[in-house]
């Protein structure tokens, strides 16, 4: 089992950048591909990004593609979003997520996924 803790979240403006983090607990997050996911206020979870196990593949959402970058540091148990450009569809609450996989497949479904952090609300003001 693997528990997540999301960090970094906040309020910024427009054009702005911001990165948030995701720690997790336990000594096999090298095992777990991980991904990023968002819910805005009165809409549905949506997808993010995804990065493999070994880091060396990722997939984006169309909407955050060439704005967003997923990375991971399996030493310090972390996942990352570099959030650029930012605007005001993005505010939501952001999710990391972590899927048991023997592979180095990601997920872009919330069913894919095994554990979930509590969030991180990221506001952009125009």
């Known amino acids: 089992q693997v528990q997540l803790v999301e960090s970094g979240g906040g309020l910024v403006q427009a054009g702005d950048s911001l990165r948030i983090s995701c720690a997790a607990s336990?000594?096999?997050?090298?095992?777990?591909?991980m991904g990023w996911f968002r819910q805005a206020p009165g809409k549905g979870r949506e997808f993010v990004a995804a990065?493999?196990?070994?880091?060396?593949?990722?997939y984006y959402a169309d909407s955050v593609k060439g704005r967003f970058t997923i990375s991971r540091d399996n030493a310090k148990n972390t996942v990352y979003l570099q959030m650029n450009s930012l605007n005001t569809e993005d505010t939501a609450v952001y999710y990391c997520?972590?899927?048991?996989?023997?592979?180095?497949?990601?997920?872009?479904?919330?069913?894919?996924?095994?554990?979930w952090g509590q969030g991180t609300q990221v506001t952009v003001s125009s």
């Open positions: 990065i493999s196990r070994n880091g060396l593949s990722t």
């Open positions: 336990g000594r096999s997050f090298s095992s777990y591909a």
């Open positions: 997520a972590a899927r048991r996989t023997l592979s180095q497949d990601m997920g872009v479904l919330s069913s894919e996924y095994d554990y």
